[in-house]
């Protein structure tokens, strides 16, 4: 296997922490001095100093930086989970990737995080059920309805198609479970609606139900993590705009996870009945979710259609499946006290104040 350096952006949060925790795991013993994470604060540095790894912090808005950051730590490869959104940060580094493969004649590699929700009806999404090898980028740019997540992709995936630089989009689905990383251990989704059942003492739900794509936090940093040995090994993997993969596991119903939810937090005496209601209305969902009210629907109702069963062949193996899920919901709620540490940045991005 070549040797190279890994950087990982957004390594203090949720999905970020577990791939560094992951890279840096047991099974897959990718050496400390070979794994970079770029963090924004002082304090998510001292976290996660004690890995062994070299903590950056960083500015990702400052290209500068972004450039410095990457030339003189020699990064071959970047896993992008600071935004899904802000183009800006996948910009900087793939322009920065770009240049290192310049100097050096060595390939560079981004790996950018997306988001499933804008493949479903809701989102806006005509096509119906996609899967990996699909023309997914022609699509998007065929659509080309200013989502700004599809947006992103495109941008991306051209901006590294002109800088030589071979990108990957991960389309990511729902994430559950709970994080292997230092800082940020929890999602948004799950634990908001555990905190907003306990202040309501009951658990809605919207009144129309759908399946949702859905992945451990575990299998997903896994999915990144053989991305990356793949890539180590020499393997030619599809990439540009062949190169959208969709890291879902399986899929599961938005009323059965509220029921879940609902016969949890009430053997726990935290809501007064096991009975799910219905939002009375979006507005108050939206309070109580602390979520963009645009999104609030999209977030909880989208019946986002991947064909999970034909993947590229990566030789993922996803250790959870729904019945996994479902009858996990007391460590949801267990964890979700346990852990409170910061609030997702996804919802700032939307309301373009990050
Ligand atoms: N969690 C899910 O269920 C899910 C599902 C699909 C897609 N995604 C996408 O995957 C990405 C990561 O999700 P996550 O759940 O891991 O979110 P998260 O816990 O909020 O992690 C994002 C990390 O990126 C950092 N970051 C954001 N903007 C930055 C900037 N301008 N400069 C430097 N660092 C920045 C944040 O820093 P701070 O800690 O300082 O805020 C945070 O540590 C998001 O874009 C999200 O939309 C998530």
Do not use: C
């Not at 990064?75 to 935004?83: E, F, Q, Y």
């Not at 399986?250 to 009975?275: I, S």
Request: aromatic fraction near 10%; charge should be negative.
């Amino acid at each position: 296997m070549e040797n190279m350096n890994i950087l990982v952006t957004g390594a203090a949060g949720y999905i970020g922490g577990s791939v560094v925790a992951t890279l840096l795991s047991g099974d897959t013993h990718f050496a400390a001095k070979n794994i970079f994470a770029a963090v924004r604060a002082e304090e998510q540095v001292r976290s996660l100093q004690p890995l062994g790894i070299k903590v950056l912090q960083l500015d990702l808005r400052n290209e500068q930086e972004v450039a410095e950051a990457v030339l003189q730590n020699e990064i071959d490869i970047v896993i992008n989970t600071a935004s899904s959104i802000d183009g800006r940060l996948a910009a900087h580094f793939i322009s920065a990737l770009g240049k290192r493969r310049e100097v050096t004649s060595k390939d560079t590699y981004h790996i950018h995080s997306s988001v499933t929700t804008g493949y479903s009806k809701e989102g806006g999404w005509p096509y119906g059920t996609i899967k990996d090898g699909d023309p997914v980028y022609k699509l998007e740019k065929e659509l080309n309805d200013g989502f700004p997540i599809r947006k992103t992709n495109t941008a991306i995936t051209e901006l590294a198609k002109e800088r030589g630089v071979t990108s990957f989009i991960v389309g990511v689905p729902f994430v559950y479970g709970t994080g292997s990383g230092e800082w940020k251990k929890l999602s948004q989704n799950i634990p908001a609606t555990i905190k907003a059942s306990i202040a309501l003492k009951t658990v809605y739900k919207f009144n129309q139900d759908s399946k949702f794509a859905a992945v451990h936090i575990s299998d997903l940093a896994e999915y990144y993590v053989l991305i990356v040995k793949k890539i180590l090994q020499g393997e030619k993997l599809p990439s540009g705009e062949e190169g959208y993969y969709f890291a879902v596991a399986h899929e599961t119903g938005w009323w059965d996870v509220a029921q879940g939810l609902a016969d949890v937090l009430r053997a726990r005496g935290l809501v007064t009945e096991p009975t799910v209601r219905v939002w009375p209305s979006d507005d108050m969902a939206a309070e109580a979710l602390d979520l963009p009210r645009q999104f609030v629907r999209l977030m909880h109702t989208a019946r986002v259609t991947i064909d999970y069963n034909n993947r590229y062949p990566l030789g993922w193996a996803p250790k959870w499946d729904e019945q996994k899920f479902l009858a996990s919901m007391d460590v949801e709620v267990a964890d979700a006290f346990r852990y409170e540490k910061g609030r997702t940045t996804l919802f700032d991005a939307l309301n373009g104040t990050n």
